[in-house]
């Protein structure tokens, strides 16, 4: 089955005023949709048209070579943006609480260092990228991946995004990411991000 876009957890002005329904609506119904339709085109007609986003970037090095960037591009895309969404929602931000809230303060301290931190990833990133937050399999970590790079793709394990690309808040901030980013943390979704931690 191709993939097909799926619709937004939440109204396009959800996020308001932090990310603006201008900004949502091309960014999920025109650059997410267009990822969906190139990751089709290249994998149409693979072994790999079958799969999961999250399966073929596991597997990056095993798609046919002569696809691989495509793939690599397209298919991490669909999954970067999906993902995305469900990281945030309306009335959320504040701070996580329980088990996540207990391994971000062993990695990193405190909440606000974590904060600092991955800010810092995201908004220093150069050119576009995603700041995330990952489970490496050992511990938490911060990075920052290009493009549409997955975690995935390295072994680890995805819990919280940013997307640095100038689509996802240049209608508003202009060349202001570090104002995108600050606003950013007001729509973060923890139950989501505790739910992936504790997933296998
Ligand atoms: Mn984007």
Redesign the pocket.
């Known amino acids: 089955m191709p993939f097909e876009l799926p619709p937004l957890p939440y109204d396009y002005t959800a996020l308001e005023p932090f990310i603006d329904e201008q900004t949502m609506h091309l960014?999920h119904d025109k650059?997410h949709q267009t990822y969906v339709d190139k990751a089709n085109a290249a994998l149409a007609g693979t072994e790999w048209a079958d799969k999961s986003p999250e399966e073929i970037l596991y597997h990056l090095d095993k798609v046919p070579l002569e696809k691989r960037t495509a793939i690599r591009n397209h298919v991490g895309g669909v999954a970067n943006?999906t993902f995305f969404w469900e990281s945030m929602g309306p009335g959320k931000g504040g701070e996580p609480s329980g088990t996540l809230a207990d391994k971000i303060k062993d990695e990193f301290g405190d909440f606000e260092t974590f904060k600092q931190k991955l800010t810092d990833a995201s908004v220093n990133h150069f050119g576009s990228g995603w700041g995330w937050l990952v489970d490496n399999g050992a511990k938490l970590e911060v990075l920052s991946t290009v493009n549409q790079d997955s975690p995935i793709s390295l072994g680890m394990k995805p819990l919280l995004a940013c997307?640095v690309?100038e689509?996802?808040y240049y209608l508003k901030y202009q060349n202001r990411r570090p104002d995108y980013v600050a606003a950013w943390w007001n729509v973060v979704d923890w139950d989501r991000v505790a739910e992936r931690l504790n997933k296998d």
């Open positions: 960014h650059h943006h997307d690309w689509h996802a």
